[in-house]
Nanobody
Framework: VQLQASGGGLVQAGGSLRVSCAASGRTFSSYCMAWFRQAPGKEREFVAA????????RYADSVKGRFTISRDKVKNMLYLQMNSLKPEDTAVYYC????????????????WGLGTQVTVSS
């Protein structure tokens, strides 16, 4: 699976933004997908994950209740809707894919997309 994230930008604190991840490959529908982020000087961290069916999701505590992960199997797209954004959400956001939920949540998947920058101003 090849991945490409897009949709980042500059937004004020309290605002909303949706980032997208386009996937290529016929196996997309069978892959667990996840979003990670990496802020300057910090390690990459898990944000959210979704199972192939979309029926189960996981979120980092820091984004729970504010972010929503979703996927469109027809369009081979992954989304992350981000609401009530905070300056600490500023980071490069990456999408990842793996057949295993444990692997993708653990950040060990082999398929990663180029990131998209999200900047939240105070």
């Amino acid at each position: 699976v090849q991945l490409q994230a897009s949709g980042g930008g500059l937004v004020q604190a309290g605002g909303s933004l949706r980032v997208s991840c386009a996937a290529s490959g016929r196996t997309f529908s069978s892959y667990c997908m996840a979003w990670f982020r990496q802020a300057p000087g910090k390690e990459r961290e898990f944000v959210a994950a979704i199972t192939p069916s979309g029926g189960s999701t996981r979120y980092a505590d820091s984004v729970k209740g504010r972010f929503t992960i979703s996927r469109d199997k027809v369009k081979n797209m992954l989304y992350l809707q981000m609401n009530s954004l905070k300056p600490e959400d500023t980071a490069v956001y990456y999408c990842a894919a793996d057949p295993s939920l444990i692997t993708v949540v653990g950040g060990r998947s082999k398929s990663w997309g180029l990131g998209t920058q999200v900047t939240v101003s105070s």
